[in-house]
């Protein structure tokens, strides 16, 4: 069985740590890529991380990861909000799915509020700043391990 989690992240995501650190933190994509591909090491699992400003390349993302991954950590950004494609797609996808947000995202307008990814995820980290990656994954390893 596959032991690859891909780590999907979508747009703007890689200004992280350049700007808004109020919301954001202040640690970068790359620090965040390095961060989990460790922890996954140090688990027995190995992390294919990714970053798209493009709906269509993170789809893309989502059906490699059928073929290849055991699980998928999503941070969908923006889309969250608005694309049910990523939604279709991720529907695809039967190993456990969990949507990841940086910041706590109904702390804030009510844009943020009404994920179309949530009723699908097979769990969700919310608010847990930049360390919600590492926790993903450790909580990935888990589902992962206990088949669901
Ligand atoms: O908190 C998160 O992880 C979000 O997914 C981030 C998205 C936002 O649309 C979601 O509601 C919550 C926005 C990502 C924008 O990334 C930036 C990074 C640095 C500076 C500016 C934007």
Redesign the pocket.
């Known amino acids: 069985m596959s032991k690859t989690i891909f780590v999907l992240n979508g747009p703007?995501?890689n200004?992280?740590g350049?700007?808004?650190p109020h919301i954001?933190g202040s640690t970068t994509l790359a620090e965040i890529e390095q961060r989990c591909t460790a922890k996954a090491r140090d688990l027995g699992f190995e992390v294919d991380f990714r970053q798209t400003n493009f709906e269509g390349a993170l789809i893309e993302s989502i059906h490699e990861a059928r073929q290849k991954a055991c699980g998928i950590i999503i941070?969908p950004?923006?889309f969250?909000f608005t694309s049910i494609a990523v939604l279709d797609a991720l529907k695809t996808f039967d190993p456990p799915k969990i949507e990841l947000?940086?910041?706590n995202?109904h702390a804030r307008e009510s844009i943020?509020h009404k994920s179309l990814i949530s009723p699908i995820a097979t769990a969700i980290m919310i608010g847990f700043g930049a360390d919600g990656y590492e926790l993903a994954i450790q909580a990935m390893t888990q589902l992962v391990a206990r088949g669901r």
Request: net charge neutral.
């Open positions: 703007n995501l200004l992280l350049q700007r808004e954001y941070n950004a923006a969250t947000h940086i910041s995202v943020y």
